[in-house]
């Protein structure tokens, strides 16, 4: 009994290992394939559309609502210390550092990168990248890189458009809601908020974001077994892998990024 | 390798991991010919046109196709050579992100740099050639079975490849649909000068189209002859399968210990 | 989906992308606060800057009028050298005084200019004489129980 548990967890650590080892075999091949994509960039505008333009509802839609449930909620603290002005840092700060990369993030991931598996999955279940090969045709090249960077374009410009909505947001509710002061609101949070310190970090952190849910996406799509239990369980992992890397790495960055600050 | 031959296949063996799948296979196909490599399912069939094709590599013997060793060639060279190649996967494999038209474009745009006029005349000609012009506009998920199929084979020959391989082109199809695209591939071989491959269970269409027929069995080929040589052959494998008998040197059940013992019969008896 | 519509709605995608980002480095952000060209910088020495961090705001009056650039610990006075960026469009006295303040109960620190009475204004990296520590608290709660012990001695 506990002989095969052991057995099983060193079977599934080569098993993990071997997989991490392709996984990376996979990503550099995507890299260095990625001529195709950028010469006819087309093929890459084409993929922006599917993975960014179709998740911008979602992104909109989700980035009101949290700024606007921030200004409630940040109101109701802020108000106990009587500084309701501070409102406006708390909703871009919170909003450009951390939710806004990370909530488009994590909804990309379950909008566009389920979205690639499962096509990738099926793609190869019916053949499509077999038949591709057949015909002299690189499916990394001609299918997976002009996917990988149209998710690595639209990421960032998603995660900014959610904080845009986000302060919105905010200010709907503050400002015009609740009745904090317009002029502070925007003041405080000017003087608050750094260009570099704050929003070019949020940005490079939605780029690593994009990074990695294309990446894992990508990988698990080309990856999964050819029938459709195997497509379904890729998909499920995408979203699963993908969230949870889209928080570890923030953790690591914001280590980096905002160690110097305090 | 004799010039007549487009492709030899020599003492070649293949094994996924420990199984292995071939055994030694010889095999030729002469330029022009139709040829038809037939088994039961899962004998490795379709593994020889991997083979061919170069998305794997032997593990003995070699693999020529015009001369060139595939089984040696670099990624480059099999890219030059596989242009010259087409290829019609069991369910057609189109691109279901795309219009027939765009399908059978593909590698016309891929691989040359012809205007966009010239792309249209070319794709228009391969498609009358499969009888489906008017359907250029339509999604590939629009099309039945056997038009898929058809559309499949105009995109394996947009290139005027010197080989056309094809894996089980007659699975799950109508009579009608069966009848068409034995003759297609027929009628596309004399027309075009392809020399067609075809892996294929389907005994009584095939042997009304093929020139020559292998017969493959536990990785190993039993049998070989001209249609007629094969329909009035008496070996027992052939036999089985030509006329479709149940049992035969092919067993019914795949092996399993004693019914009686597996039911326990035999516990209850004693 | 037809070519044009679908470059279009990419189009849309990223322009409304870069304008998001643009909104965020320009309404949200404070991209446009203390320019190089237009300021002068002047030193102020403090025994102690408390929490006094780089960036932190400068204010008369309670206006922003320049932010802290510089801060470093000189070896020979073993004081804290913070240096201030201030706008060039607000001059201040020779001798004004500054101090390290906080803003409200538990907020951050900045460093508070009063204007003196000198007609000569301060210059490219002159240096403020007068200056004000920042309030440490357990300083401050050491000198109370230290008060209240006095006050009970002569009993």
């Not at chain 1, 559309?49 to 909620?73: E, R």
């Not at chain 2, 070319?122 to 499969?130: H, Q």
């Not at chain 2, 006329?243 to 059940?253: K, L, R, S």
């Not at chain 3, 508070?112 to 309030?135: N, P």
Request: proline share 3%; net charge negative.
């Amino acid at each position: 009994m506990l002989r095969r548990a052991i057995e099983n967890l060193g079977n599934r650590t080569i098993q993990g290992v071997w997989r991490m080892g392709f996984a990376t075999r996979f990503f550099l091949a995507v890299l260095l394939h990625s001529g195709t994509a950028f010469r006819r960039f087309g093929l890459t505008i084409r993929e922006m559309y599917f993975s960014g333009v179709l998740s911008l509802i979602i992104i909109l839609v989700s980035g009101l609502f949290v700024g606007m449930v921030l200004g409630l909620q940040g109101y109701e603290t802020l108000q106990t210390y009587g500084s309701e002005e501070a409102l406006g840092i708390l909703v871009a700060l919170s909003l450009v550092r951390e939710l806004g990369p990370v909530v488009a993030a994590l909804l990309f991931a379950s909008r566009a990168g389920s979205a690639i598996t499962a096509e990738i999955g099926l793609m190869k279940a019916t053949e499509q990248l077999s038949a591709m090969e057949m015909m002299a045709v690189d499916p990394i090249a001609r299918v997976v890189a002009p996917r990988f960077w149209a998710g690595v374009f639209s990421m960032p410009l998603l995660a900014a458009l959610f904080s845009a909505m986000g302060v919105f947001g905010g200010y709907l509710v503050g400002v015009q809601l609740i009745g904090v002061d317009e002029g502070s609101f925007w003041s405080q949070m000017q003087s608050a908020v750094d260009f570099e310190q704050d929003i070019l970090n949020g940005v490079i952190k939605s780029v690593v974001f994009g990074v990695a849910i294309t990446a894992i996406a990508l990988f698990e799509g080309y990856d999964a077994p050819p029938t459709a239990e195997g497509v379904s369980g890729a998909t499920t992992r995408t979203v699963v892998t993908s969230s949870l890397a889209v928080l570890a790495l923030d953790f690591v960055l914001t280590a980096f990024m905002f160690r110097g600050l305090n | 390798m004799h010039p007549d031959n487009l492709v030899e296949i020599a003492g070649v063996a293949f094994g996924y991991g420990a199984r292995p799948v071939l055994k030694g296979i010889n095999l030729t196909a002469r330029r022009g010919q139709v040829v038809a490599i037939m088994g039961s399912s899962g004998c490795g069939k379709t593994t020889l046109l991997r083979l061919i094709g170069g998305q794997i590599k032997p593990d003995e013997g070699t693999v020529r196709v015009a001369g060139e060793s595939v089984g040696e060639l670099d990624q480059a060279g099999l890219y030059r050579l596989r242009r010259k190649m087409g290829m019609l996967f069991q369910f057609g494999a189109l691109f279901t992100d795309m219009s027939v038209f765009d399908n059978v474009a593909f590698q016309l745009r891929e691989h040359t740099d012809l205007p966009e006029d010239a792309i249209r005349d070319l794709v228009l000609m391969k498609l009358n050639a499969v009888g489906l012009r008017g359907a250029a506009q339509l999604m590939p998920a629009e099309l039945s079975g056997g038009m898929a199929r058809r559309v499949a084979l105009a995109r394996a020959i947009a290139l005027d490849p010197m080989l056309v391989m094809y894996d089980e082109p007659f699975a799950g199809l109508d009579p009608i649909s069966l009848g068409v695209t034995g003759n297609l591939i027929r009628r596309l071989t004399d027309t075009l000068g392809l020399t067609s491959l075809l892996v294929t269970h389907d005994v009584q269409e095939s042997l009304k189209i093929v020139d020559y027929v292998y017969f493959v069995s536990e990785g190993v080929i039993v049998a070989e002859g001209t249609a007629e040589e094969i329909k009035a052959s008496g070996l027992p494998y052939v036999h089985q399968f030509v006329h479709g008998e149940a049992d035969g040197p092919v067993p019914f059940h795949y092996p399993a210990p004693p019914y009686a013992a597996d039911l326990g019969l035999e516990v209850r008896r004693a | 989906m037809n070519k044009t519509v679908l470059d279009l709605w990419v189009g849309i995608f990223v322009v409304a992308g870069i304008a998001a980002l643009l909104f965020l480095a320009l309404k949200v952000g404070s991209m446009n606060t203390v320019n190089t060209s237009d300021s002068y910088t002047v030193l102020a020495r403090f025994e102690n800057i408390g929490g006094l961090k780089v960036r932190a705001p400068v204010k008369s009056a309670g206006v922003v009028v320049g932010r802290v650039s510089d801060i470093r610990f000189d070896n020979e006075r073993y004081e804290a050298a913070v240096t201030l960026r201030l706008d060039k469009r607000y001059a201040f006295p020779k001798d004004s005084s500054a101090a390290i303040l906080t803003s409200g109960l538990l907020g951050e620190q900045y460093v508070g200019l009063s204007a003196g009475g000198d007609s000569v204004k301060l210059k490219q990296g002159d240096r403020i004489l007068i200056t004000q520590d920042a309030v440490v608290l357990e300083n401050l709660i050491g000198q109370f129980l230290y008060g209240k012990a006095q006050e009970g001695a002569p009993q």
